[in-house]
């Protein structure tokens, strides 16, 4: 199978990573389809983009946490192009507030989209992806499973959730060409963290802020051909900021 043919579901392909990542898929020769919840104008805008360059895309309104959606989505997507090759779970919110204030309501929002979303695409997808005998899944999680700030115990759960989820459906799946693997990046600049960044004074010394494209490329290699033997695996992109840590102790990076 040429990778030209391949057909791609990149979830929270909107704005920041995903979109990135979109793109990315999009030059290697995917047709593209990027989801999105409410930022029309910016999947609309990054189709274009798409397109203009001579790509294939096109952006689906759907909520990840929403079964009946996720099911519809999925459906149109394999009767269109006849094939689903690659899932990029990548939509997610955060919600940060200490443990004593958090509301079930905003915890429970946080793991629907965050983990319980990641499931419902990824059964969603793997009938076709079975058939095939040919799939890519990668989920987007987070430095935080590692390296939590005080605050993030929701969006931490739903994260170091999905990394067992991966392992866990590697196992099930692997045998069937279907390989699931994790990207886990650190602090890069989007709309998920133009405040904190702002507030921390953005590029501090030592200490750079990746962009999207620090993690499309990855995700680019490993829905590829040359990924075929990693499977189950986690892959960290944060500029160092996890093993200098663990070094000096505190959060220094490259
Ligand atoms: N930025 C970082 O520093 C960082 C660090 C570690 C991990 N990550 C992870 O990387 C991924 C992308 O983060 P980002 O910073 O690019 O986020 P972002 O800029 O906030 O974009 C989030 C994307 O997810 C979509 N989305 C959110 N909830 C959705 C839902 N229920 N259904 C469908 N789409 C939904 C949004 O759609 P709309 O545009 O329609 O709202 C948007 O496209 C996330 O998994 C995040 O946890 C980010």
Do not use: C
């Not at 929701?154 to 067992?164: I, T």
């Not at 992109?237 to 490259?254: H, I, N």
């Amino acid at each position: 199978m040429t990778e030209h043919h391949r057909v791609a579901i990149v979830t929270g392909g909107s704005r920041g990573i995903g979109r990135a990542v979109a793109l990315r898929l999009a030059r290697d020769g995917h047709t593209v389809h990027l989801v999105y919840r409410e930022a029309a104008d910016e999947a609309a805008e990054a189709v274009e983009e798409i397109t203009a360059a001579g790509g294939r895309a096109r952006a689906h309104r759907a909520d990840v946490a929403d079964e009946a959606a996720v099911d519809a989505l999925v459906d149109d997507v394999a009767e269109q192009d006849g094939g689903i090759h690659v899932l990029v779970n990548n939509a997610a919110v955060i919600d940060d507030r200490l443990l004593l204030g958090t509301r079930t309501a905003g915890w429970e929002r946080v793991l629907r989209t965050n983990l319980t979303g990641p499931f419902l695409t990824s059964r969603a997808v793997l009938p076709v992806m079975l058939d095939q005998g040919w799939g890519r899944i990668v989920n987007i999680s987070s430095n935080s499973v590692r390296i939590p700030g005080p605050g993030q115990t929701a969006y931490a759960a739903s994260k170091g959730g999905l990394e067992a989820f991966t392992r866990a459906l590697a196992a099930e799946v692997g045998h069937k060409g279907v390989r699931v693997n994790t990207v886990a990046p650190g602090k890069v600049r989007t709309d998920m963290t133009t405040a904190v960044a702002d507030l921390l004074g953005g590029d501090g010394a030592g200490t750079r802020w990746g962009v999207p494209e620090d993690i499309s490329g990855i995700v680019g290699f490993l829905v590829g051909d040359e990924a075929d033997y990693i499977q189950g695996q986690t892959i960290t992109v944060d500029g160092g900021r996890l093993v200098m840590r663990d070094r000096a102790g505190r959060g220094r990076a490259s």
